[in-house]
């Protein structure tokens, strides 16, 4: 595990490179007559300095797993691409990685989350307009770069459409997990499963998609690696999910003790605890979830229950088969070798790791 933390922070100074020649501290007119293509009066830099990227590097600087451009970079290693080659299209694993915290300030916005990698969350800081109208720019700014990228008319037209795929997936598995957590609905293991695989499974799809497309691989393959390594997405969030309730380290894990049960949260392991529970237990839980409460005694009792049923042992358990279903996937399409092997322990480090 030591190895792979080591492994993901030697790349990051190159992700992080990437970040901030598209997030640059200082606004100058060359990047705004880059980034926009209306300059006919007088932008106030100032003002999107403040208002736009600041907010920005907000998040970023508070560091983060990194782990999807990580993934992106490994596998071009994994498909025999040199370092050289790598860095002509570093700016994509830039791309997954600003998409990311995008969507991170706007769930902490819709979730009412008070914390964000250890600090408060950038709209208690700048306000909901200022976080909203930000992460929405997080979207989009990514299309500039795709735009500009050198790359065939072919791969760019399969890059857009990757875009535009796993976009539309990540907003739709956010649609169904929004309407769970402020609704009684408890769904069922596969519509669970489902909305992993779009909400968090979607920028992890991302990542090996264009790690393929960049690659010179098929179409086929890319959407082979595209599914396998979403699956990969849907392990972690389920691990993301028992670090809610077990994890000691909250400084490295970064958001408050039990934020599940205050959100609400229809996790792998409260539909085991529904399912096996008895019928006092559940109703207590699902009150609980209800509340949304920050009452540390309710969320400890929402916690016992969940750990005396061992669902967070059957969660850890489901995750562990599907990170070892996605390796099957593309295990035979990978040559032996150092990348191959770094990629195997990534795979076991997301299901795994502590914090």
């Known amino acids: 595990m030591k190895k792979i ?118 709209h208690k800081i700048y306000g909901n307009d200022v976080a909203i109208n930000t992460g929405n720019t997080m979207y989009f700014l990514p299309m500039k770069l795709i735009k500009e990228m050198n790359v065939s008319g072919e791969q760019k037209t399969r890059i857009c459409e990757t875009y535009y795929d796993e976009m539309s997936n990540l907003s739709f598995g956010q649609a169904i997990d929004i309407f769970w957590h402020k609704n009684d609905k408890i769904p069922g293991r596969e519509e669970y499963m489902q909305m992993c695989l779009c909400k968090t499974g979607a920028l992890a799809s991302m990542a090996a998609r264009f790690a393929c497309i960049v690659a010179g691989k098929t179409k086929a393959e890319e959407m082979l690696f595209g599914k396998a390594i979403g699956h990969l997405g849907v392990g972690f969030q389920i691990q993301d999910d028992i670090l809610d309730i077990v994890s000691q380290d909250r400084t490295g894990f970064g958001k408050a003790y039990g934020n599940d049960i205050t959100e609400g949260k229809k996790t792998l392991m409260v539909l085991h605890a529904c399912e096996t529970a008895y019928s006092k237990d559940r109703e207590i839980l699902m009150s609980i979830l209800s509340e949304h409460t920050r009452d540390k005694s309710k969320i400890n009792e929402a916690i016992g229950i969940i750990k005396k049923y061992n669902s967070v042992e059957f969660a850890s358990e489901e995750a562990k088969k599907i990170a070892k279903s996605a390796w099957g996937q593309i295990d035979v399409f990978l040559e032996e070798g150092n990348a191959k092997k770094e990629l195997k322990d990534f795979f076991d480090y997301l299901i795994e790791r502590e914090i």
């Not at 915290?101 to 250890?118: F, K, S």
Request: charged letters at 30%.
């Open 5 to 122: 933390a080591g492994n993901l922070n030697a790349k990051r100074q190159y992700i992080e490179e990437a970040l901030y020649r598209i997030m640059p501290k200082n606004i100058t007119k060359e990047y705004l007559e880059r980034y926009t293509n209306n300059n006919f009066y007088k932008y106030d830099k100032e003002s999107i300095e403040k208002g736009l990227f600041a907010p920005m590097r907000e998040l970023l600087e508070r560091g983060g797993k990194h782990w999807r451009p990580y993934l992106y970079l490994l596998l071009l290693e994994c498909f025999g691409m040199t370092e050289e080659q790598i860095k002509k299209y570093i700016d994509f694993s830039a791309i997954i990685e600003i998409i990311h915290n995008g969507t991170l300030l706007v769930d902490d916005i819709e979730d009412g989350a008070e914390l964000r990698r250890g600090k408060p969350c950038v």
